[in-house]
Nanobody, 124 residues
Framework: QVQLVESGGGLVQAGDSLRLSCAAS????????TGWFRQAPGKEREFVAA????????NYADSVKGRFTISRDNAKNTVYLQMNSLKPEDTAVYYC?????????????????WGQGTQVTVSS
């Protein structure tokens, strides 16, 4: 079993950048697909980006493609989400999640482990 802790959220202005971190303990993240999801007030939790367990293949939601980058540091057992050109509509609680088996998925129900979330607020 893996434990996930997110960090790096905050309040920024439109056009700014933030880097979120998802630090894992218990097992190595190369055994899992790791995804970032976000949930805005009154909305369902939605897929943002994911990285495959072993090969590091990535996948992004259309709304963040070209602005966000997911990456992994195997030595630190940490996954990052670099967010550039932030928009007010990116405001949400961002969650890190891990899926056993390592295959990518955009579906939140496919993920087995979740962090507690970190708030990102983008002002206009």
């Amino acid at each position: 079993q893996v434990q996930l802790v997110e960090s790096g959220g905050g309040l920024v202005q439109a056009g700014d950048s933030l880097r979120l971190s998802c630090a894992a303990s218990g097992r190595t993240l190369t055994s899992y697909a790791t995804g970032w999801f976000r949930q805005a007030p009154g909305k369902e939790r939605e897929f943002v980006a994911a990285i495959r367990g072993i090969f590091g293949t990535t996948n992004y939601a259309d709304s963040v493609k070209g602005r966000f980058t997911i990456s992994r540091d195997n030595a630190k057992n940490t996954v990052y989400l670099q967010m550039n050109s932030l928009k007010p509509e990116d405001t949400a609680v961002y969650y890190c999640a891990a899926r056993s088996g390592g295959l990518l998925s955009t579906q939140r129900n496919d993920y087995d482990y979740w962090g507690q979330g970190t708030q990102v607020t983008v002002s206009s």
